[in-house]
């Protein structure tokens, strides 16, 4: 299956993310930041980024524009994942390069659904 990059600096998301990812056949990868998000991209080259918002050094649309906008990772679509939820939210994200939202708590379905609609 693919390789997915997992960035929340909730270790109680990051825990519940993978969980549901690894289940589904999914290998993970984990940052807890945005700067450590941007090195592993361009390091690991996953096949897909789930990436919170909030979150301390390089926020998540920061990290996302850096990812989307950089030759040698700017393929990998960057989904991002967070509690905010609202338009200008996503249409920042949008503008930022990223692929799709979801909105926290992610179900199952919505994690699978994307990934599949993605990969």
């Not at 929340?8 to 690894?22: E, G, M, N, V």
């Not at 850096?66 to 338009?87: N, R, Y």
């Not at 379905?109 to 990969?119: E, F, M, P, Q, V």
């Amino acid at each position: 299956m693919a390789k997915i990059l997992v960035v929340d600096d909730s270790q109680t998301q990051i825990q519940s993310i993978t969980k549901i990812l690894q289940k589904n056949g999914h290998e993970t990868i984990v940052a807890e930041d945005g700067d450590a998000a941007v090195s592993l991209a361009r390091s690991e080259l996953p096949d897909l980024i789930l990436m919170d918002v909030v979150m301390p050094g390089l926020n998540g649309f920061q990290a996302t524009r850096h990812i989307t906008k950089t030759e040698g990772t700017q393929h990998i679509p960057v989904v991002m994942l967070s509690s905010k939820d609202q338009e200008t939210d996503k249409v920042w994200a949008e503008r930022q390069g990223a692929s799709g939202y979801i909105i926290k708590p992610a179900t199952e379905k919505d994690l699978l659904d994307i990934i599949s609609k993605l990969l």
